[in-house]
């Protein structure tokens, strides 16, 4: 008894999802009274197997599988006219109820039965009967028999049940709506959605919802109508005209109905409310943005910048941190609650909310009084939440002065920045327009951001501090980058390695020397951070100590050399923790290379002399470049060897370059390329002729970016000379009687240069140097007299000995000479030479007008 004619092609009694009992293509027979059939429908001869001819005028018992049912079959039907059975879910039992579930009428019953196909083969049959006019008494009664495969009548009830229940249940929503998007059946009368009619038959999405959700939703249903594609999750916000700030996000799926000859029926829609797992996902991937803004800076600034981008605009509409003054420069905020903390604001976001752009310095002083937890920033050391604000910028019922920041916001809330006991700020949200008002679930994100964010400032304070320490370290052990002698002008660059600590073991250093000479030193500690930093320390003042004995360099450097070999021995013998504490202490190599060298303006020569250090390049005024030729020693440190130093002439404007090896050897190629490339730096960056001050910064102006590979230091110092007139020198004898004799030249030296001013001190203590040497030393005695920025008088002789003043006793008449010299000369000392040793003295020279000297 299967339907004919089922439009869907190649479909089976299996498949059928139509009423099995449709009087289209239904398989029936009519039976008479005695149970004879005396019709069959085409639809019954294929259901059966046979032809119409075979079956009828004969009992419809023979069509049984079983011929000894039939009284079984009789006897449900007697059993259906004394109750009403519901059926059991195979459909085996005969029931009175139709197929909604109420009464058929009487006489009529259902049940199931096995049939003998055509082909030999048992077919399982749910059928149905309706009587026609039994009850009349004349015998001719008769009935009309609908029948279907047992399965397909089974699957249809399901499917029925099915139906009916999901329009029944309110956890999923479900909508059918016709082919002009009206909807035609929904449930959701059963879900909690405010603004949404009861009635909502013919009604179109745009009658109740916003017409931007409408717009979004019926887009998407007249895609599937047009293409017959299914439309699996899509997500969308829905607001109900009656409640624009409430709204829900919803998830969408829907699917084409076809009428039997293939026209578009309408939509069937299924949705469901995942406004809370997508606002947990919301926050959950909030929470990992902000987390990962905190996590890309140890600067307090771009923190909380990038941390303020993140919260405006997807947690609110505006956002803003204030932080304690103190926290900007590494100070810790106090932690007693006896303070007033002022808090600046240092970072906003949402400029179209009406809040200033990042980097206005908007101060809102916020006062904690006497005896108050200072962690109640945000109302007893939590969150506060503020809903309900009015339009304008006063606060309603109460509010927070810091609520009214932001023009028309309807919610706001903040959180304190907390760690450790101690508040360095708090995070602002508020929200406006049509978003929804913010709750205790965004309250808790930000408390929870507000403690991480806490964290981070906390780390970015003390980075902030110990950075500045140790840049100030750093700086205090280097001097000015740029300085003006009268033998030279010098230029220095450094970069550190560690770009973050700002710190290293590289060093250059200008140091100033008797008779207008100056030292250039240039060195490079192993390793790098504080450790090398204070190596480098200790290394430059051992050079200034020594410079200022005005050794050889060769010399300097094996005194050096022999500091080095102290340090590490010393750093043998220290244990390797701490005993007090269990930290373990920074170590590393003492070793390091130095370039020493010494420049003399009136000479304009130069002597060096190296440890491990590169050679200097040699710039010349016509711009040309050169290495000096030096035979390096070996690194400080190693001992037992000797430094051999070098004399270069140098023309009065030519630029030594002095450099540490990060310079040369930055890529993967060898020392020979890193100083072809440094030449090639200096030729571009005309150091001959442009300010040293400019040129420095062009030859590292394109080093790699980040962290490099070594530390870079690089000094640059072009040469002057002392003019032949601004010098006199003049050979004495051995004799006492000399010494009037030096100080008339000096008094007439003095008139000639216009120095009148000093002859008096210059006279007497050309005398007492003179003298000296001569009672002291012998002869012969060399007198010299420099002028550029200071009046310099020395003397050379012979002897080796250092003068050595002392406290003259009241009865002693000598003893004096050099502490009169030392009263009278701005700085006065000693140096050996290869011929002996000079004693010299330095003078300031006399103002004259406009307050420079001569």
């Known amino acids: 008894m299967r339907r004919a004619g089922d439009r869907r092609a190649g479909a089976t009694g ?13 398989a029936a027979a009519l039976l008479d009274g005695d149970g004879t059939v005396v019709a069959l429908t085409p639809a019954a001869e294929v259901l059966l197997g046979r032809r119409s001819s075979d079956v009828c005028g004969r009992p419809v018992r023979e069509l049984l599988a079983d011929a000894g049912g039939w009284e079984t079959l009789l006897a449900q039907r007697m059993g259906v006219s004394r109750r009403d059975v519901g059926p059991d879910p195979d459909g085996s039992t005969a029931t009175g109820r139709g197929e909604q579930g109420h009464p058929d009428p009487p006489g009529c019953w259902e049940g199931r039965v096995t049939l003998r196909h055509g082909s030999g083969h048992d077919l399982d049959v749910g059928f149905g009967v309706l009587p026609l006019d039994e009850g009349r008494g004349d015998g001719t009664a008769r009935f009309l028999v609908v029948g279907a495969p047992a399965d397909a009548l089974v699957r249809w009830r399901q499917d029925r049940a099915l139906t009916r229940e999901l329009f029944l249940q309110g956890r999923v929503g479900l909508a059918l709506f016709d082919a002009g998007l009206r909807l035609l059946r929904t449930n959701s009368h059963l879900l909690p959605y405010t603004g949404v009619p009861v009635d909502l038959g013919g009604r179109r999405l745009g009658d109740f919802l916003r017409a931007e959700d409408a717009d979004t939703i019926d887009a998407q249903l007249s895609e599937v109508l047009r293409t017959g594609a299914p439309l699996i999750g899509f997500s969308t916000a829905v607001r109900t005209l009656a409640d624009p700030l409430g709204g829900r996000e919803l998830s969408f799926s829907a699917f084409r109905l076809l009428e039997s000859d293939g026209r578009a029926m309408g939509v069937a829609t299924v949705f469901t409310d995942v406004t809370d797992n997508q606002r947990a996902r919301g926050r959950l991937e909030l929470l990992y943005r902000a987390t990962e803004a905190l996590s890309g800076s140890l600067s307090v600034m771009r923190t909380v910048e990038d941390l303020a981008e993140v919260l405006a605009p997807a947690l609110g509409d505006a956002a803003a941190v204030d932080l304690a003054e103190t926290v900007l420069t590494g100070g810790e905020p106090p932690a007693d609650g006896r303070h007033t903390l002022v808090l600046l604001r240092m970072a ?20 904690v009084p006497e005896g108050r937890d200072p962690g109640d920033l945000a109302g007893n050391g939590h969150g506060v939440l503020v809903t309900g604000l009015g339009r304008d910028t006063a606060p309603t019922g109460g509010a927070p002065e810091w609520t009214a920041a932001v023009p028309g916001a309807h919610s706001a809330m903040a959180a304190p920045l907390s760690a450790r006991g101690i508040v360095f700020g708090r995070l602002l949200v508020w929200r406006t327009g049509h978003r929804r008002s913010l709750d205790l679930d965004d309250l808790a994100l930000l408390e929870e951001i507000a ?29 000015p980058a740029t300085c003006e002698r009268p033998a030279l002008e010098a230029a220095g660059a450094y970069l550190p390695a560690d770009a973050d ?28 951070g504080l450790h090398a930093t204070a190596m480098m320390g200790r290394l430059r003042s051992a050079v200034r100590a020594l410079a200022d004995l005005d050794l050889e360099p060769e010399e300097l450097l094996a005194h050096l050399d022999d500091l080095v070999l102290q340090v590490a021995a010393e750093a043998e013998s220290e244990e390797p923790g701490n005993a007090d504490t269990g930290i373990p202490l920074p170590g590393g190599p003492a070793g390091a290379t130095c370039l020493y060298t010494v420049y003399d303006p009136v000479a304009r020569s130069c002597v060096m002399a190296s440890a491990g250090h590169p050679p200097p390049a040699v710039v010349a005024p016509d711009g040309t470049v050169d290495w000096v030729d030096l035979s390096p020693g070996p690194p400080l440190g190693v001992g037992g060897w000797p430094f051999e130093a070098v004399e270069r002439d140098l023309a009065p404007g030519s630029v030594l370059a002095l450099y540490t090896d990060g310079l040369i050897e930055r890529g993967e190629g060898d020392v020979d390329e890193g100083m072809r490339d440094l030449a090639d730096r200096l030729r571009r960056a005309e150091v001959a002729q442009r300010p040293l001050r400019h040129a420095r910064h062009d030859i590292v102006a394109d080093l790699p970016p980040g962290r490099l590979r070594d530390d870079v230091t690089l000094l640059l110092a072009r040469t002057r000379e002392v003019p032949a007139d601004s010098t006199a020198t003049w050979l004495l004898d051995a004799d006492p009687a000399v010494v009037a004799d030096a100080r008339h030249l000096v008094l007439e ?11 008096f001190t210059t006279e007497l203590v050309a005398s007492e140097l003179v003298t ?20 310099t008088c020395e003397v050379s002789d012979p002897s080796n000995t250092q003068p050595r003043m002392r406290r003259a006793r009241t009865s002693e008449e000598g003893g004096r000479g050099l502490y009169l010299v030392a009263q009278l000369s701005r700085r006065w000392g000693s140096r050996y030479t290869r011929e002996g040793k000079t004693v010299w003295s330095e003078q300031s020279l006399p103002l004259v007008p406009g307050g420079h000297s001569p």
């Open 14 to 26: 299996t498949d059928r999802d139509d009423y099995p009992f449709a009087v289209a293509g239904t």
């Open 348 to 367: 906003v976001a949402g400029a179209e909310a009406g809040v200033p752009r990042t980097g206005t310095a908007h101060v809102e002083p916020v006062e």
């Open 451 to 479: 403690a991480r964010a806490a964290l981070a400032v906390d780390n970015a304070r003390r980075y902030t501090k110990e950075r500045r320490t140790a840049v100030g370290l750093q700086r205090s052990l280097l001097p």
């Open 501 to 528: 600590s700002g710190v290293g073991g590289d060093w250059f250093d200008v140091i100033p020397l008797s008779s207008a000479r100056v030292a250039l030193v240039v060195g490079d500690v192993a390793g790098h």
């Open 749 to 759: 030296q003095l008139t000639r240069w216009d120095l009148d001013e000093l002859g």
């Open 772 to 791: 000296n040497a001569i009672r002291y030393a012998g002869g012969p005695v060399r007198l010299r007299l420099i002028r550029t920025d200071a009046l």
